[in-house]
């Protein structure tokens, strides 16, 4: 019998056999050829993927907060505004990144399974001078989906930057950073992206790169300086050897094909891919008779979804049933509402199949604390609405 559980949480996830496969290969030097190819090729994939082909590209090891700290340690300087967008736990940790950082921080925080109103977030802009400001994609904490266009065009309306913090999005929500004029695009590797945790990405536009160089005080960050950085990237992208910090050779190598793997899908079908699952997913959810946090179905995100316990479960126990099935799910994560709900994470290389198991899980979970619902009837929901 094969001894793993299907990995259904909202990162990790499951990935690609090739991708695998990539992880295990010889560790090369950081300098020899071909990983200097490798590296290269992964900058410029990220510029498809994120679709910003004027954008700076860098790949760092480290998680998807580094990625937070870096595009926000280089951009802002002490006493300056910034503005948070939050849709949940994740907003709540840029704020305390940027107070790290000396920045004076405003944050606008959306109730519970909704999503901040533009007129409140123009209003704050007009009433002093922001920086910049963040935005979460996808709040993991409540699988709230926030639409970034509108944002960043009040944004560049204020002469603003705008972050978009896409570690639960990027590679499978709709993304034009060039043509929405987003800023710095960030994520972790191992969400959507389809790569072990590991690698901390990002994208940060011409605008913010000439802020960045135009600073009067230094970065107060010295791993995550672009100074330290930017030559690097500047250096593979050129195939030029360079080192600053080693970096991870596998782990990139793994990039490197996940990003070719969606690259030749393309990003506008890989996207469409996961809004067609998460719409069927959601329907299969719904006909249980359960409820999702997100309160209306155009900002429920697609790489993920919360859902309420029903009434008078036994928590604890329907996760481990579900685990005992096979299927890793993630409980609940938003301080207020912790133990009423779980989440699932159907992103990156994700198949039909994985998402029949899982409700498949759901549902034996359920019948065993003998809750009332049509046995297989979230199972022909899905598959029925994932064509
Ligand atoms: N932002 C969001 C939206 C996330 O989902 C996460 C991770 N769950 C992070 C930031 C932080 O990423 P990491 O755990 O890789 O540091």
Aim: net charge negative; glycine share 8%; aromatic share 8%.
């Amino acid at each position: 019998m094969k001894n793993r559980k299907l990995l259904m949480i909202p990162g990790p996830i499951e990935m690609d056999p090739a991708v695998l496969r990539a992880i295990g290969e010889v560790t090369t030097s950081h300098v020899a050829p071909n990983f200097i190819e490798s590296f290269g090729k992964s900058l410029e994939l990220m510029r498809n993927i994120w679709e910003s082909p004027k954008g700076q590209p860098f790949i760092v090891a480290g998680s998807g907060t580094l990625a937070m700290d870096m595009a926000v340690s280089n951009l802002i300087e002490p006493n300056e505004n910034a503005l948070v967008i939050s849709t949940g736990y994740f907003g709540e940790r840029y704020k305390n990144i940027l107070e790290t950082y000396g920045a004076n921080v405003t944050i606008l925080q959306a109730e519970i399974g909704e999503t901040v109103s533009l007129e409140i977030i123009e209003k704050e802009l007009a009433s002093k001078d922001y920086k910049l400001l963040t935005i979460t994609h996808v709040d993991t904490s409540t699988g709230v989906l926030t639409d970034p266009k509108p944002i960043a065009e009040i944004a560049q309306k204020h002469n603003t930057l705008s972050i978009l913090d896409g570690v639960c999005a990027t590679a499978g929500e709709e993304t034009l950073q060039d043509n929405w004029g987003i800023d710095v695009v960030l994520t972790g590797s191992q969400k959507a992206i389809g790569v072990p945790p590991g690698l901390a990405l990002l994208v940060v536009s011409e605008r913010a790169m000439h802020v960045w160089k135009e600073r009067k005080t230094n970065v107060q960050n010295y791993y995550g300086s672009f100074h330290n950085w930017l030559p690097i990237m500047t250096a593979y992208e050129e195939r030029r050897p360079s080192y600053f910090g080693t970096p991870p050779v596998n782990l990139i190598r793994a990039l490197e094909v996940s990003l070719t793997l969606i690259d030749k899908e393309g990003i506008a079908n890989r996207v469409k891919n996961h809004i067609k699952y998460a719409n069927a997913f959601r329907k299969a959810v719904l006909a249980l008779g359960l409820e999702i946090v997100p309160k209306k179905e155009a900002i429920a995100a697609n790489t993920m979804t919360a859902i309420y316990y029903p009434k008078n479960i036994d928590a604890a126990q329907f996760r481990k049933d579900i685990a005992d099935f096979g299927v890793i799910i993630a409980g609940g994560l938003h301080a207020e509402i912790k133990n009423l709900y779980f989440r699932v994470g159907h992103m990156g290389a994700i198949t039909k199949s994985d998402i029949v198991a899982t409700l498949s899980a759901i549902e034996s979970a359920l019948e065993k604390q003998n809750y009332n619902f049509k046995s297989g009837v979230s199972v022909g929901e899905f598959l029925s609405n994932s064509n």
